[in-house]
T-cell receptor, first 114, second 115 residues
C-alpha cells in the first residue's frame, strides 16, 4: 500500500517556465512533508519542507504548497533552469507514529530543456 | 565536514556471498538509516538506529543485519546475497528532537549487483 504517490514518472519543461511536481498521500497522520532532489550517481539532497500546520513554504525559486483536505502537495520551481534536471522525491513523516522515519514516493524525473 | 560517507561505491557479488556496506557520519547525528532504491521505485527503509546500541527494522529488513556500536558508524551486513538484493543502497543520518522535524542527510550510495 503506497502511502505517498507521485503519479507522474517524468516531466519535461522549457527553461524559464514553471515546473510543477505533484504528490498525493493517504495517511492523515503525516505531519511533515519534504522534497528531495537527486542527481545521477549521487545521494538525495534535501530541497524544501513544509509542516502540516502551514499551506505554503517558499525558498527562493522553490515553493511547496500543501492542501490537507485533498491530501495533496506540490512543488513549484520558477523559473526552471537546466540545472534543475534531476529526480525529485516527495517524502512524508509522522513524528508520533514514525519518529524521524520517512515514507518516500517513487520520484518524478524533471527535464528542463534549454 | 565530510557528511555521510559510504564504501564501497560499487560491488558485484555472487549468489550466496556476504559483504558489509560501510557508513560513517561526522555530524554527531543520533539517528542513522539504511535505504534501498530499486529502479522506478522510491527509497525503502531497511533498518534504522536511534543511537549507539539501538537498532530496529524498517519496511524491508529481510536478508540484512545491522549494528551500531558508535555514534558515527552504521554498517549494513548481507549474509547470503540473492539477486533480489541487487539495488542501490543509501545510508542517511539525522538529528532527532520531539519538538521539530530534522531532515535526513544522505550518503552517495553503493550500487550492488548480485549475479
Amino acid at each position: 500500500d503506497q502511502q505517498v504517490k507521485q503519479n507522474s514518472p517524468s516531466l519535461s519543461v522549457q527553461e524559464g517556465r514553471i515546473s510543477i511536481l505533484n504528490c498525493d498521500y493517504t495517511n492523515s497522520m503525516f505531519d511533515y512533508f519534504l522534497w528531495y532532489k537527486k542527481y545521477p550517481a549521487e545521494g538525495p539532497t534535501f530541497l524544501i519542507s513544509i509542516s502540516s500546520i502551514k499551506d505554503k513554504n517558499e525558498d527562493g525559486r522553490f515553493t511547496v504548497f500543501l492542501n490537507k483536505s485533498a491530501k495533496h502537495l506540490s512543488l513549484h520551481i520558477v523559473p526552471s533552469q537546466p540545472g534543475d534536471s534531476a529526480v525529485y522525491f516527495c517524502a512524508a513523516s509522522a513524528i508520533a507514529e514514525y519518529g524521524n522515519k520517512l515514507v518516500f514516493g517513487a520520484g518524478t524525473i524533471l527535464r528542463v530543456k534549454s | 565536514n565530510a557528511g555521510v560517507t559510504q564504501t564501497p561505491k560499487f560491488r558485484i557479488l555472487k549468489i550466496g556471498q556476504s559483504m558489509t556496506l560501510q557508513c560513517t557520519q561526522d555530524m554527531n547525528h543520533n539517528y542513522m538509516y539504511w535505504y534501498r532504491q530499486d529502479p522506478g521505485m522510491g527509497l525503502k527503509l531497511i533498518y534504522y538506529s536511534v543511537g549507539a546500541g539501538i537498532t530496529d527494522k524498517g519496511e524491508v529488513p529481510n536478508g540484512y543485519n545491522v549494528s551500531r556500536s558508535t555514534t558515527e558508524d552504521f554498517p549494513l551486513r548481507l549474509e547470503l546475497a540473492a539477486p533480489s538484493q541487487t539495488s542501490v543502497y543509501f545510508c542517511a543520518s539525522s538529528y532527532f528532537s520531539k519538538s521539530s522535524y530534522n531532515e535526513q542527510f544522505f550518503g552517495p550510495g553503493t550500487r550492488l549487483t548480485v549475479l
